[in-house]
């Protein structure tokens, strides 16, 4: 059994900074493919937003390019998102996610394994 537990989500002002954490524990979570960060706004469908695999290929949703970081402490099973320049569109409801096989698409129904969700809010 895989267990995600993410964590970090905030109230901040525009232009601010956040950073995420997601930690992966289980018998079977150091088998993983790729594992990332989605995000869901009320009303809207969940999003990637950045990804790492096992090889270290790293990928971003345009809208993030440049202001996201994500980072790996595979020694310790966890996943980072480092937020920066946070804009109020960046509101939304935060997940990790991973895959344990090679997927064609970053997109949800392609992940496996989840983390219960942290908020971020960006106020103007």
């Known amino acids: 059994q895989v267990q995600l537990v993410d964590s970090g989500g905030d109230s901040v002002q525009a232009g601010g900074s956040l950073k995420l954490s997601c930690v992966g524990s289980?018998?079977?979570?150091?088998?993983?493919?790729?594992w990332g960060w989605f995000r869901q706004a009320p009303g809207e469908e969940r999003e990637g937003v950045a990804f790492?695999?096992?090889?270290?290929?790293?990928t971003y949703a345009d809208s993030v390019k440049g202001r996201f970081t994500i980072s790996q402490d595979s020694a310790n099973n966890t996943v980072y998102l480092h937020m920066n320049s946070l804009k109020p569109d960046d509101t939304a409801l935060y997940y990790c996610?991973?895959?344990?096989?090679?997927?064609?698409?970053?997109?949800?129904?392609?992940?496996?394994?989840w983390g219960q969700g942290t908020q971020v809010t960006v106020s103007s």
């Open positions: 996610a991973a895959a344990f096989r090679p997927i064609p698409s970053r997109v949800p129904r392609m992940f496996e394994a």
């Open positions: 790492t695999d096992k090889y270290g290929d790293i």
């Open positions: 289980g018998n079977s979570f150091r088998g993983y493919f790729v």
